[in-house]
């Protein structure tokens, strides 16, 4: 949840517009997740949050991976 609150502070709203308002949402949005996983003490929400979270990282891998 840390890494979360700084990924989102992070964000530059007013340089990044639309992208940093929905990057600002899903983040927001796997933290409800993160949240759910430890009150239910349940797998699939912290799967959930995994899958975004993997989804994003492999999507900078290939920008910069095509920019470096």
């Known amino acids: 949840q840390d ?3 700084e990924l989102r ?3 530059n709203m ?3 517009k639309t992208v940093a308002a929905n ?3 899903v983040y927001g949005l796997v933290g409800d997740r993160l949240v759910e996983a430890n009150v239910k003490k349940a797998k699939e929400p912290l799967d959930d ?3 975004v979270m993997s989804s ?3 999507g900078w891998q290939e920008v910069l991976g095509k920019h470096v």
Request: no cysteine; charged share 20%.
């Open 9 to 11: 502070s992070s964000l």
């Open 23 to 25: 990057l600002d949402s």
């Open 3 to 5: 890494i979360l609150l």
């Open 14 to 16: 007013a340089q990044g």
């Open 49 to 51: 949050a995994i899958k």
């Open 56 to 58: 994003i990282r492999d």
